[in-house]
């Protein structure tokens, strides 16, 4: 499988410049672009660099402390935890909304279908009847 350069750096800007994050499918492909161009190679290299810096960067830790001061000051104004809640009644409301909105397409779905069956199967009837019948000029003589 070959991969374009457009796609080799959506890639590298995604998964970083070391192939074992990238997806197994497209690695073998990336290796082989990266090898074969130039500007493939330096893009993986640039990616490389960036996931380094990243990788030194601190990682910020919360605290307990600043947790719980987080959770008093949204309890002053006024929001209250979710845990274990059941969803609300617009949420019930929503879903009902979206039930009924499926039930009337199937509904109008079938009798449009019905409707339909019926004007057609009239029209082969009706188109039936007037290859075996008399036409008009056996009924007129002419």
Known sequence: MTMTFERFEHL???????????????????RALASADPRAAGLLAQADRLDVL?????????????????????AVAGLKPRR??????????SGAGWAAAACAGVVFGISLTAHMTADVQADAVLY???LAGADDTEVLGG
């Not at 590298?12 to 492909?29: K, Q, S, T």
């Not at 274990?84 to 409301?93: E, Q």
């Open 12 to 30: 590298a800007d995604a998964y970083g410049g070391d192939l074992r994050r990238w997806p197994e499918a497209e690695r073998e492909a990336g």
């Open 54 to 74: 990243l990788d030194a960067a601190p990682r910020p830790a919360v605290s307990h402390a600043l947790r719980e001061r987080v959770i008093a000051a949204a």
């Open 84 to 93: 274990g809640r059941a969803p609300g009644l617009l949420a019930w409301l």
């Open 128 to 130: 039936q009847a007037s």
